[in-house]
């Protein structure tokens, strides 16, 4: 069940319902047009929804032209807080279908002006509770990166591990992720950039303070996305570790994130 994350953004007057801006992902990985993202025939489904604002949560529609009545979701979470569980719908095991092929957009009526924006996990299939049991984790490593992130939008982040692991492949199978600025942070959409593939899975990073003392304390939550299935294309070899891309509402300035993982060969 690999899966991608994707964004919208957007910065709007109030009481204005409008198209929300794709965030641009490369063109290897989804393309866009203006406000939109060609969903692919790979990720079909969409599993998991987080709308982060400055202070009022919207209305947020997901639509397509095939798709007669818009995905609606109402929930909201302030991007300065420190894990995204209001504003984060986790539906892996009843995702929702989407037309491959066709644009994917992202509509919001906000009641104040301020900037919103929404992250989706897109799967390929659901996740069943026998793929879930199917994992025998056998490393737990974390990493950091200082590369300052590029507010509102995807920043490749060079990450820095905590061990080097015994030769071998291993399945990603767990993530938690923090993010931290000096003054002014936001929550992160945070997704591993891992070598020889294009999906791009990952969670949301809540904000840490400046001794990671809030992500150290993070323990791992399905209801939001990061304990994982095993997924023998979500893996990489021993020594050719992923790195990650942030997009944050600002320009956050450490990050850090722990991966559980399982030894495949």
Known sequence: MPFD???????????????????NTGESIYRTKDDDIIVKKRAPLLGALTQLVAS??????????????????????????????????????????LYPGEKLNCHILQATSEISWVVLALLSQKCTRSQMENVNPTHRIWAYSDTDAVADAWTLCELTYSHSLPKGRYAIVGMVGGT?????????????????????????A???????????????????????PLMPEIAFEHDDMPNIEILAGAANENHFLELVLQKIA
């Open 5 to 23: 994350l994707i964004a919208f953004y957007e910065n709007q007057d109030a009481s204005s319902g409008l198209l929300m801006s794709a965030v």
């Open 56 to 97: 009022t949560p919207g209305v947020v529609e997901i639509r397509q032209p095939s798709l007669k009545i818009p995905y609606t979701f109402i929930r909201g979470e302030d991007h300065n807080s420190s894990r995204p569980d209001e504003g984060h719908y986790h539906f892996w095991d009843r995702p929702l279908p």
């Open 180 to 204: 931290m600025k000096a003054s002014g942070p936001t929550m992160a959409a945070m997704r591993l950039v891992i070598p020889d593939t294009t999906w791009r899975p990952g969670v949301m």
């Open 206 to 228: 809540g904000i840490c303070d400046a001794d990671n003392s809030q992500f150290k304390n993070l323990g791992y939550r399905w209801d939001l996305g990061q304990l994982w």
